[in-house]
C-alpha cells in the first residue's frame, strides 16, 4: 500500500523514490511488525486472561512444567495479525508470490486455531482430529503448490537446486508440486513439534525467515542470481519484504514468550508461521537450504518419529521423552539451558546454510 503510494507521489517529487527500494521496505517491514507486535501483545494477552484461554500442561512431562498450566495460549494471532497488516503496508500488492503467502499464512493460522479453540475453551483434549487437521493442511499445501506450477515461467522455476552443487537441477515436472506439498506441510508440523518450551520455537523461526529473506532478495535480482549461480526468479524479491515482516513480529513475540513466558503462539502461530517458511523456501527454490537452516525443526520430528516407530516394534522408549527438547529436560538440563543451546544450533545451522550461496 505505502509501494504503490510512494510511486504515486513520486511524479510529484523524486524523493519519494526511496519506497521502491526493496532493502528499504524490508527492514521498515521488520521494524513495523516488531512495533505492532510490541503494542498487540500486552492487550492479547489480558483478551486471553479475560476468557480464560490457558495452557493446559502434560502430567507425565517434566514437572517444572506444571506451574506452566493457564499460561494464555493462542498467542500466535498477534504474530499472524503483525505480519499481515505489515505485509499489506509495505509489499507489492500487485506481486501474486505475495498474495500467496498471506493465503498461506491466514490459512494455517485458521487450521490452529480450531485446533486451539477446541482444546482450551471448549476443554477438548484432542483439539481439531488429527484427520481432519491433516486434510485442510493438504488442501491448503496441494492448492498453492499447484498455483506455483501454473505460475512457473521457465523450467528453472520448477527444478531441484542442490546445495554445493549448482550445475546439477534436475527437472521436477510434476514432482514439484508433491515436493513443495511435502515440504509446506511438514515444515508446518515440524514448528508445531518445535514449539513445547518458552521461546525454543520463535527465534529459531526468527532466524531461518531472516535467512530466507537474504535467498529472496538474492533471488529476485537478476545480476546476484547470475553472479551466485542460484535460480533467477522474477518477483520472489518481494518476499524480502514479508520475511521481515516475520522477523520483527517473531522478536515482538519473543519478548513476551521469553523465560518465563507471559504467552504460548499455540498451534494459531506454530502451524502457519512454519508453513510460511516452507511456501517462501519453496518459492525461493532452496527446499534443502531450508532443511538446512531449520535443523532443529528437523531433529524435533525426526526424534518423533523415531520414538513413536520403536515403540510399536518393542515396546521400548529411545528417548526419554519426545520431541527431543523434553528428553534434555528429563536429563537433568534446567529448561532457559536447554532453549539457550538449541537457538545457538540454530544461528550456526542458518549460518551454513547461507554459506551455500557462495561454496560451489
Avoid at 482444546?119 to 488429527?130: D, E, I
Avoid at 517462501?280 to 531450508?290: D, S
Wanted: one cysteine or more.
Amino acid at each position: 500500500m505505502i509501494e504503490l503510494l510512494g510511486r504515486w507521489l513520486a511524479h510529484y517529487y523524486h524523493g519519494f523514490n526511496i519506497l521502491q527500494y526493496l532493502t528499504l521496505r524490508a527492514l521498515l517491514a521488520s521494524l513495523t511488525a516488531l512495533v505492532l507486535s510490541l503494542w498487540l501483545g500486552p492487550k492479547m494477552i489480558a483478551y486471553l486472561q479475560r476468557l480464560q484461554i490457558g495452557q493446559a500442561v502434560r502430567d507425565d512431562g517434566p514437572k517444572s512444567h506444571l506451574s506452566k498450566s493457564g499460561t494464555p495460549t493462542m498467542g500466535g494471532a498477534f504474530i499472524i495479525l503483525s505480519i499481515a497488516i505489515t505485509t499489506l503496508l509495505w509489499a507489492d500488492l500487485s506481486n501474486l508470490y505475495i498474495w500467496l503467502t498471506l493465503i498461506v499464512l491466514c490459512g494455517f493460522a485458521a487450521i490452529g486455531w480450531v485446533d486451539d479453540y477446541r482444546k482450551v475453551a471448549l476443554k477438548n483434549s484432542k483439539g481439531l482430529p488429527g484427520r481432519y487437521k491433516y486434510f485442510w493442511q493438504s488442501v491448503l499445501g496441494f492448492g498453492v503448490a499447484i498455483a506455483l506450477y501454473m505460475m512457473a515461467r521457465s523450467p528453472i522455476e520448477t527444478s531441484l537446486y542442490v546445495p554445493f552443487i549448482k550445475s546439477i537441477h534436475p527437472q521436477l515436472g510434476l514432482g514439484f508440486i508433491v515436493l513443495a506439498y511435502f515440504v509446506i506441510v511438514g515444515s508446518s508440523n515440524a514448528v508445531n513439534l518445535t514449539d513445547g518450551l518458552d521461546g525454543l520455537a520463535i527465534l529459531p523461526i526468527v532466524l531461518v525467515g531472516g535467512g530466507l529473506g537474504i535467498f529472496a532478495y538474492l533471488t529476485g535480482n537478476s545480476h546476484f542470481a547470475t553472479y551466485l549461480q542460484i535460480p533467477y526468479v522474477a518477483g520472489v524479491g518481494e518476499l524480502a519484504v514479508f520475511c521481515g515482516a516475520i522477523v520483527g513480529a517473531g522478536l515482538g513475540f519473543l519478548w513476551f514468550n521469553s523465560y518465563p513466558a507471559q504467552v504460548f503462539m499455540g498451534d494459531v502461530g506454530a502451524l502457519s508461521l512454519g508453513a510460511v517458511l516452507g511456501c517462501v523456501a519453496v518459492m525461493v527454490r532452496q527446499e534443502i537450504v531450508l532443511f538446512i537452516m531449520g535443523g532443529l525443526f528437523v531433529a524435533e520430528t525426526v526424534s518423533v518419529i523415531m520414538q513413536v516407530g520403536y515403540f510399536k516394534m518393542t515396546h521400548k522408549r529411545i528417548f526419554r521423552m519426545a520431541p527431543l527438547h523434553h528428553h534434555f529436560e528429563l536429563k537433568g538440563w534446567p529448561e532457559p539451558k536447554v532453549i539457550v543451546r538449541f537457538w545457538i544450533v540454530t544461528v550456526i545451522l542458518v549460518l551454513c546454510g547461507l554459506l551455500t550461496l557462495k561454496v560451489r
